[in-house]
């Protein structure tokens, strides 16, 4: 091992769920909404925020911009290709960062130099030279990537990686660019790093692992047992096609299984729960209930055999405290008898202080909630602090939705909004189905052209009495917009998911933000 191996016993959390992770098909968020994850990431004690890929869009820069104006703990990264203009574009968007870092990537595997980048290895060599060292008169911190690492030629990898490391790159970054690697080859070819590459000890070796044969972060691991000591992850494992290494997953890993790994993170677990909502409620992806560490079921314990042996002693079937990740472990619960003393109290174990006005109206909203439901959840308190946080963003708001709807009656629904004006609206539709005719009767209200493109609904808690969250994606003018709504009665939910979805579609009309425009990825 090198001596600069040697002396670090922590590995770097580099977060790229604003850049990789918003990559994914379908999984746009706004600048504001990229601002509000970034400042969780903080919170969770991320090492490194990437920010984003400034040169493929005006808007991605003007995110980063943000990002790097507003939170000045960690790092921000920017993504650049590797020649002047994007070196330039991701400088431009640094500028005002505390930490700023250049993260340039350049693909290395004969398959991609060949095929997509017509360029031979001397060529390829050059140009990432030549990025990094343009980097360097920006800034001091310079990554580099060779994209497709694991399916290149390792002579001629150690041979870049010696290169760039001498043009001033201090983090390498070896990306399994489409998630081929398996964790033994994956610990071999980072080992032979180690061993190959004359000048490595100038520089921190990172991984990038996708998970298209689903062990991004099992390679993730290899390479830390290898010596890599930055991980590029993203929350709720999001990214292109299926996905990157997840964060919750990787860091829960080194904390649970410190005896093997020997290396912790400097992530606030306590946040990941919160950190995992918020992206899922912000890009529409659902996480699936037996996800690890963050999925509805992760801590829940179905069999009675199980159930026996918690009720016993909890480490009989739990190898880690859900109170670690974020889900409360108060005893006490809240219900229509709570007072607002009680319910501000939860709210601000969950990371939510909220006062005046706002705690007000979050009150009165979680005793309607109450009246229905016999016990609220912490789950039901975090879906009702989005709810909240999208009703005050919004143009238009549902006052009321009735629906008529049955075997033998054609569905038909009368929905009520209060339109940017403050004025009250109405109008009625038929449909198909109660959720259809309300759709109908808000398209006649709003009157945007929008088509609805996928509709999925999931109940918070279980319990015929669960708050359903629905998650709408509506489609206009080639781009797509994701709601979300959730209240005890589904067909509320929809509506209020729906109007969210249009408000959005409205709100990006009006200031024409780029950042949801068509972008150039990796
Ligand atoms: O997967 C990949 O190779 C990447 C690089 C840009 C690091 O995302
Ligand atoms: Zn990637």
Redesign the pocket.
């Known amino acids: 091992m090198s001596t600069h191996e040697k002396q670090e016993d922590k590995v770097l959390i580099f977060d ?1 769920t604003l ?2 992770g918003e990559q994914a098909a379908g999984a746009t968020m706004t600048i504001d909404q990229k601002v509000e994850v970034a400042h969780q990431l903080d919170r969770l004690g991320v090492d490194i925020i990437e920010a984003g890929f400034p040169i493929s869009s005006p808007g991605e820069l003007a995110a980063v911009q943000r990002i790097a104006k507003e939170v000045r703990r960690p790092i921000i990264a920017a ?1 650049s290709h590797a020649n002047k203009n994007a070196v330039d574009a991701a400088w431009e968007s640094l500028k005002g960062a505390a930490r700023p870092r250049i ?1 340039i ?1 350049l693909s290395t595997s004969e398959i991609h130099m060949y095929h997509q980048l017509h360029k031979d290895r001397e060529t390829i060599l050059g140009m990432a030279c030549e990025a990094v060292a343009r980097a360097r008169t920006y800034v001091s911190d310079v990554e580099f ?1 060779p ?2 690492a694991t399916r290149s030629d390792p002579e001629y990898l150690y041979r870049l990686l010696e290169a760039v490391i001498d043009s001033g790159a201090g983090t390498l ?1 070896i ?3 489409v998630g081929y690697t398996s964790p033994e080859e994956f610990y071999k070819l980072i080992r032979g790093i180690f061993d190959n590459v004359r000048n490595i000890s100038k520089a921190r070796i990172s991984v ?1 692992c ?1 998970n298209d044969l689903g062990m991004a972060v099992a390679n993730s691991l290899a390479a830390v047992r290898a010596g890599a000591r930055q991980v ?1 992850c993203t929350i709720n494992g999001i990214g ?1 096609r299926a996905g990157n290494a997840s964060l919750e997953e990787v860091v829960m890993a080194l904390k649970t299984r410190a005896d093997t790994y020997g290396v912790g993170t400097a992530v606030d677990t306590t946040q990941l729960t919160r950190a995992s909502r918020l992206v899922s409620e912000h890009t529409g992806f659902a996480v699936q209930p037996n996800k690890a560490i963050v999925g509805k079921n992760a801590f829940r314990h179905a069999s009675g055999i199980h159930q026996d042996g918690m009720l016993k002693e909890r480490t009989t079937y739990e190898i880690m405290d859900p109170i670690t990740v974020g889900l409360s472990g108060s005893s006490l619960v809240l219900g229509k008898l709570s007072g607002r003393h009680a319910f501000q109290r939860r709210l601000v174990e969950l990371g939510y202080p909220l006062e005046g006005d706002v705690l007000a109206k979050a009150f009165e909203r979680f005793k309607e909630v109450a009246e229905k439901k016999k016990e609220v959840s912490d789950l039901d308190l975090l879906a009702l602090m989005a709810d909240q946080r999208r009703a005050v963003a919004d143009a238009y708001s549902l006052e009321s939705v009735h629906v008529v709807c049955g075997t033998d009656t054609t569905p038909s629904a009368t929905v009520r909004l209060a339109g940017p004006d403050g004025k009250s609206r109405e109008s009625r539709a038929t449909g198909t189905g109660p959720v259809d005719a309300a759709y109908k009767a808000i398209d006649k209200v709003v009157g945007v052209d929008a088509t609805l493109d996928e509709f999925t609904i999931q109940s918070i808690t279980e319990g015929i009495d669960a708050i359903g969250d629905v998650m709408v994606r509506v489609v206009s003018e080639g781009m797509t917009y994701v709601g979300r709504g959730s209240a005890t009665d589904i067909i509320v939910a929809s509506a209020k998911a729906y109007v969210n979805a249009l408000n959005r579609l409205i709100a990006n009309k009006d200031t024409q933000q780029a950042s949801q425009g068509a972008k150039v990825g ?1």
């Open positions: 790229t850049r990789d993504l993260h990537f990537s994209m497709d970054n990306p399994d660019t990038h996708h590029e292109e990796p």
